[in-house]
């Protein structure tokens, strides 16, 4: 199946000169939900931009559903939903009515019925006669949101939507997220929150710099570059790790007391029995051991550090 967006060789140079987008190459599939982390400046907001024809890139292109994002506009735009991650909306205008006129904007027909359902996925239904500035700030993110899915998108870029809102609207969020995945809608999300895009994406993609280091399906990464430890706690303290077991990936812990050995996802099974038998010939005794993965959020500040 052909990709719905397609980036190839995409590159942003402001007017004032700077590069913030330096060829980026990105399919992303219908249906899928892709994270996108890094770092601020990253680039992330420009090329969303771009793909939702807010922005002209400088070189490069970019398709959504086969059209071109510059050439057909129109078309492209009807298709993507975009909750940006800057507050403009209207203040005096109702929460009913901001969102309507969104989906009329983009040319599909009244249904009220669907702007009710909106409204109440995202807990808004009882503000929805109140002006925008008589909202909280996360509730006029909610707002953004509703508008973004006004006009029934295929495409639905979240940028940050999560910033700065409470766990109730976060949790509401994820609720919409995966009713959107199961009715076919490809999820385009930035966050800073990693662990926001480890809970629900389907793929990862790390910016920095103005360039993707890297993207992949979210449970290779964890696979490929998560390590684990197993952190045994010694019945008495050690002064080294003992010469038998030295160098395979064991160290000691503060005073001796813990014994730390460092394995990979992929090998871990057959390692750890040997190591047990070892420490028991070795008359190494533990009172508990227990383990520790990295997270997401590890693997990130590993690569986005290495990028620097
Ligand atoms: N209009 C502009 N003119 C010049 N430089 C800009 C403009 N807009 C953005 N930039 C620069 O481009 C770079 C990328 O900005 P962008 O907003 O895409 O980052 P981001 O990844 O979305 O960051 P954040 O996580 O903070 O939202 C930054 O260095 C920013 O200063
Ligand atoms: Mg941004």
Not at 279 to 291: R, V
């Amino acid at each position: 199946m052909a990709p719905i967006i397609s980036i190839r060789n995409l590159t942003k140079t402001y007017a004032n000169g700077f590069q913030a987008l330096k060829g980026i190459d990105l399919d992303i599939d219908k249906g899928e939900i892709l994270a996108l982390l890094g770092p601020n400046g990253a680039g992330k907001t420009t090329m969303i931009s771009i793909v939702c024809g807010i922005a002209n890139p400088s070189g490069g292109t970019v398709t959504v559903g086969g059209h071109d994002v510059v050439k057909e506009f129109r078309a492209t735009r009807t298709m993507i939903g975009l909750v940006p991650q800057e507050l403009t909306t209207d203040q005096f205008e109702t929460v009913w009515n901001t969102v309507s006129f969104s989906r009329g904007l983009h040319g599909k027909k009244p249904d009220p019925a669907h702007i009710e359902r909106v409204l109440r996925d995202l807990s808004l239904w009882d503000k929805k006669d109140n002006m925008l500035r008589q909202l909280s700030g996360g509730m006029k993110r909610r707002v953004l949101i509703a508008k973004a899915l006004s006009h029934e998108p295929q495409i639905l870029f979240l940028d940050e939507p999560t910033a700065g809102v409470d766990v109730t609207l976060r949790k509401d969020m994820w609720h919409v997220v995966e009713r959107l995945r199961a009715s076919g809608v490809t999820i385009i999300l930035t966050t800073h929150y990693i662990e926001e895009a480890e809970e629900i994406a389907d793929r990862v993609g790390v910016i920095n710099g103005g360039k993707l280091l890297l993207v992949e399906e979210k449970n290779t990464l964890m696979a490929k570059l998560g390590r684990k430890q197993l952190i045994l706690d010694l019945a008495e303290p050690l002064d080294a790790v003992p010469r038998s077991l030295d160098g395979n990936g064991l160290s000691l812990g503060p005073n001796g007391m813990t014994l730390i050995y460092d394995f990979d996802a992929e090998h871990e099974q057959s390692s750890i029995a040997v190591l047990l038998s070892r420490l028991a010939t070795e008359g190494i005794h533990f009172k508990d051991l227990s383990t520790r993965q990295s997270s997401l959020e590890d693997i990130f500040v590993s690569l986005v550090g290495e990028g620097q």
